[in-house]
């Protein structure tokens, strides 16, 4: 397995180099550009620059890869606002945008490329406006929520919570600060109270429907072995993690293996829907191993 999943990385990974522009992005396009500038990088859905150099820290590539360097530094200036402290697209749309933020900071530590005061600035933010309301809130139309009723409705974005708990994993323990230990202490409170992937207002349904299905790489939409591989990584242990541990280990086939359960629309393929899949066995099999001990 450890062979075959090390041929099939560096496969994927040539592929996606070679997709590369001159001028270091992906799926760049004139027209889009001209048309959506404000989407720039981000645009088009998972094939662009930034959704690229996630699937490349999600299928573990090399972290001092050269080629993605000048492309995370090409979107950090895009997308960071200094006057905010944030990561966000042009205008106020969505503002404050949790996922793309955890995605930035994910990036930025996995790449090695991390900037401790943009960072720092983004995660003093979020430690002290992020939501975590199941429920029960009502929308301001004032800074920093904007009416933002898609990360900030009644129920804060669970999403968004999960990429900001994701960024601040690839932080070092000891390279954190109390406002970033706070803040992905606050982001596992909340996953435990979904049970990871479970609806806490009723109790045999998803959260939603696309986090029960297996899928890779997870852009902005965990699944439920992305959130167990982040617990994992934050060596937590808790009961509420039962169900989604015993749905992994129901979703196995014959051989040990995982299904790609949903496919994404990205740059190169990374497998077929209903099959098994290396990426996805991996993370499967790291994470049972690790709840096994």
């Not at 997308?79 to 933020?101: D, K, Q, T, W």
């Not at 920093?144 to 129920?155: A, D, E, I, M, V």
Request: proline share 5%; charged share 25%; glycine share 6%.
């Amino acid at each position: 397995m450890d062979r075959e999943i090390t041929h099939i990385r560096k496969r994927i990974i040539e592929n996606i180099l070679a997709k590369q522009d001159d001028s270091f992005r992906w799926g760049f396009s004139e027209k889009q550009a001209r048309e959506r500038p404000k989407y720039l990088y981000y645009s088009p859905n998972f094939k662009s620059t930034l959704w690229t150099l996630l699937l490349l820290a999600d299928i573990e590539a090399p972290g001092d890869l050269p080629q993605a360097k000048p492309s995370l530094q090409l979107i950090t200036e895009r997308f960071y606002a200094p006057e905010h402290g944030v990561f966000r697209l042009p205008g106020m749309s969505h503002f404050p945008i949790p996922c793309l933020n955890g995605n930035m900071i994910y990036l930025h530590h996995y790449f090695g490329a991390s900037n401790s005061g943009v960072l720092n600035e983004t995660i003093a933010f979020f430690a002290a406006y992020q939501r975590f309301d199941d429920g029960d809130f009502k929308t301001p139309k004032t800074y920093p929520y904007c009416s933002n009723t898609s990360c900030y409705g009644k129920h804060t974005c669970y999403w968004g919570v999960i990429k900001l708990f994701k960024g601040i994993s690839f932080i070092p323990k000891s390279q954190r600060t109390q406002e970033a230990q706070q803040l992905i202490e606050k982001c596992i409170e909340f996953a435990l109270r979904h049970e990871v992937c479970f609806s806490s207002h009723k109790q045999d349904a998803f959260l939603h429907r696309d986090i029960g299905r297996l899928t890779f790489p997870n852009f902005y939409k965990s699944d439920f072995l992305e959130i167990l591989w982040l617990l994992a990584r934050e060596e937590v242990r808790d009961r509420k993690m039962s169900r989604s541990l015993e749905l992994l280990q129901s979703r196995m086939k014959d051989g040990g293996t995982w299904e790609l359960e949903k496919p994404m629309n990205i740059i190169v393929p990374i497998g077929r829907k209903d099959c098994a899949n290396a990426f996805i066995t991996e993370r499967a099999t790291g994470v049972l191993d690790y709840y096994k001990r």
